[in-house]
């Protein structure tokens, strides 16, 4: 039995790492091919057109794009990252009438779809007069249980004999939490931080019903406008910027890989 799973489990592996990553290798093959020779099943690359993505970067809004999909997805990280482990600090260690309640209402939340709330929540931000804005690009993307949720989880098992010794050197709550508490939760907030960002960084829907000026396109919106704005899409520049659209991502999850493992065995998630 212990034979077999040292070949099984390890075969299997294999076979699902193989296939999430095929697509991105013919992805990355394709965008360096001509508009003739892109649809060519071949394993091997052919060609190396590496002027395809020059001329993706230069004949678009691509730089615009991304620089707003930066603006808003890390302007949204960093802020939820903070407000969440607040709210999740409180749920922790704080002890007031309702926390149960708050807590599983809001974890209630997690549960409705997001197209269930969408037209009430472009009412409330038009009425806001955040449409057609970063405002409203940002502030609704912020609020997130699932971030809450985990932050209350990691401070359940923070040790409480490091607060108690912040409040013996006269820090207050608020000092314990932005001295002590909120920069040891580094292993929950890269995970996090990877969630987020990647979320609002392939975010599509939203943008592009909050959205009207072409100045205001995140990446999502460029890559879309681009293979469907006119009688023909030369896909070949196509997927070059799609390519160039999913480096960021790439490089964010290779930074911060190693912190991914721990920070989910940390957040008591079985």
Do not use: C
């Not at 990355?28 to 020059?54: D, G, K, Y």
């Not at 009412?123 to 940002?138: F, H, Q, V």
């Amino acid at each position: 039995m212990k034979v077999s799973n040292r070949i099984v489990m390890p075969a299997v592996a294999l076979a699902l790492g193989f296939g999430m990553i095929f697509p991105i290798y013919m992805m990355i093959i394709s965008s360096m091919r001509s508009e003739t020779t892109v649809f060519a099943f071949q394993l091997l690359p052919v060609e190396f057109r590496f002027s395809n993505f020059a001329e993706a970067w230069s004949d678009s809004g691509l730089p615009r794009s991304i620089a707003n999909s930066l603006f808003v997805s890390v302007t949204v990280t960093v802020v939820a990252m903070v407000f969440h482990a607040m709210s999740g600090y409180a749920l922790a260690r704080l002890r007031f009438p309702g926390r149960r309640f708050v807590f599983a209402w809001m974890l209630s939340t997690m549960m409705v779809p997001f197209s269930i709330i969408l037209l009430p929540l472009y009412l409330i931000t038009k009425e806001l007069g955040m449409a057609n804005s970063y405002w409203g690009l940002i502030v609704p993307s912020i609020f997130n249980a699932y971030g809450i949720f985990l932050f209350r989880q990691f401070y359940r098992d923070f040790p409480k004999e490091l607060e108690e010794a912040a409040y013996m050197e006269g820090l207050s709550l608020a000092g314990t939490f932005f001295r002590i508490a909120f920069p040891l939760s580094v292993p929950i907030i890269v995970p996090l931080t990877i969630g987020f960002f990647l979320a609002n960084w392939n975010s599509y829907l939203w943008p592009l019903i909050i959205t009207q000026d072409e100045k205001l396109w995140v990446v999502q919106q460029e890559l879309a406008h681009l293979a469907g704005g006119g009688y023909f899409t030369p896909w070949n520049i196509v997927l070059a910027a799609a390519v160039i659209a999913a480096i960021p991502t790439f490089v964010l999850f290779f930074i911060a890989q190693r912190y991914l493992v721990e920070g989910i065995k940390m957040s008591g998630i079985k």
